[in-house]
């Protein structure tokens, strides 16, 4: 047996760990568009996953992944161990973007390297972008400018983020938004919406000026900005953006997003459910709303209104018109929660003990 060249190996050892080829099939949409497969297999393959949105103590992943790597190697085993095949990570754009042109090259080299950690760990990844969670961190030149410019910091933002996971199967898709919205809140000039929610917030506009459009020309105008942008270096990975389901607040409402006139460059759905108690077939009735012919996935999900028994229940009824549930991990094992000795930390134990059990098989 030949033995490998001590340069090569040098050269091996010190090459970054996202240099290495992924091993994970990429998730693909079935020829019929209505489910996932793994590319190469004809068996409709069921998404099971976290958000992996900030740790125990409200850092965000940007915040800490330079420094704690180790942490986020550790939570990754930990949240395969629970079951789950995807973890849903969401980028900010302050992080991202250092000005309106320039990125930030040391988080695009992190992230690849979350690439390679989730593959490692026979995870996907859902890359969520375009994060305003904590107002401080927003650039004052961000937030000062006219929807064609600000439009045009996130096209560049998404053609960074898919130049580094283009070619990597353990992207399974690129989430456009977190709850991108048009209108609502106390100051329609303002780009984020409502109050904040732990500090952080989630909703944002992509316009503040709807300057006489219809609705759905401004998101269809908006999703082909974006979409565009992440295909010129991304020709394959899946791309989808996560509403609100309105269709809970009020029963007629239709989808905006996912509208003919609108979810055309989108591959599937995604929603954010939170059941409230005793209104589970009422969030059942609702998500059929949202069952358009894509593949559908919860994209948040978490028994922060109901109880874990309800929760248990909405998900089996979901489970036939659905393709993935992805609820949460905020950095702390079972056994941590149990140690705790809350009622709170004694919920969440509960809810991650629910989750590993009804975990589906995809084999």
Not at 45 to 63: A, P, S
Not at 222 to 248: C, F, H, N, Q, S
Not at 290 to 303: H, M, S
Request: aromatic fraction near 12%; proline fraction near 5%; glycine fraction near 6%.
């Amino acid at each position: 047996m030949r033995s490998i060249p001590l340069c090569l190996l040098l050269a091996l050892l010190l090459l970054p760990v996202s240099a290495f080829a992924d091993t994970l099939p990429r998730i693909v949409v079935s020829p019929d568009g209505k489910d996932f497969r793994q590319e190469g297999t004809d068996k409709s393959f069921y998404l099971w996953g976290v958000n992996y949105d900030h740790d125990n103590d409200g850092h965000l992943l940007e915040d800490y992944w330079h420094n704690d790597w180790k942490v986020i190697e550790e939570d990754f085993a930990e949240i395969k161990s629970l079951g789950a095949n995807v973890v849903r990570v969401h980028l900010q754009v302050a992080k991202f973007m250092d000005s309106p042109t320039e990125t930030n090259q040391a988080n695009l080299k992190k992230l690849a390297d979350l690439i390679a950690l989730a593959d490692r760990n026979q995870l996907y990844l859902d890359i969520t972008g375009l994060g305003c969670y904590h107002k401080q961190d927003v650039p004052e030149w961000y937030d000062a400018m006219n929807e064609a410019d600000r439009w045009q910091v996130q096209a560049n933002f998404w053609q960074a983020i898919a130049k580094v996971g283009n070619g990597h199967s353990a992207v399974f898709c690129y989430d456009l938004m977190n709850e991108p919205v048009l209108g609502g809140g106390k100051n329609p000039k303002e780009w984020l919406v409502g109050e904040p929610l732990g500090g952080n917030y989630f909703v944002q506009r992509i316009t503040n000026d709807v300057a006489g459009r219809e609705g759905h020309e401004i998101a269809a105008a908006w999703v082909k900005k974006l979409t565009g942008a992440i295909r010129a270096e991304d020709k394959k990975t899946l791309m989808t953006v996560g509403v609100i389901p309105w269709a809970t607040v009020w029963p007629t409402a239709k989808p905006l997003f996912y509208s003919d006139q609108v979810g055309g460059p989108l591959d599937f759905v995604c929603v954010h459910f939170y059941p409230q108690a005793d209104k589970v077939d009422q969030a059942i009735t609702a998500l059929k709303v949202y069952d358009v012919g894509k593949p559908l996935v919860i994209e948040e999900f978490f028994p922060l209104k109901c109880s874990l028994e309800e929760a248990e229940t909405f998900l089996k009824e979901a489970r036939p018109i659905t393709d993935g549930v992805i609820s949460f991990y905020w950095g702390k094992t079972r056994k941590e929660y149990e140690a705790e000795g809350t009622m709170q930390a004694a919920i969440v134990e509960k809810w991650l003990e629910t989750f590993e059990r009804l975990a589906p098989k995809n084999k």
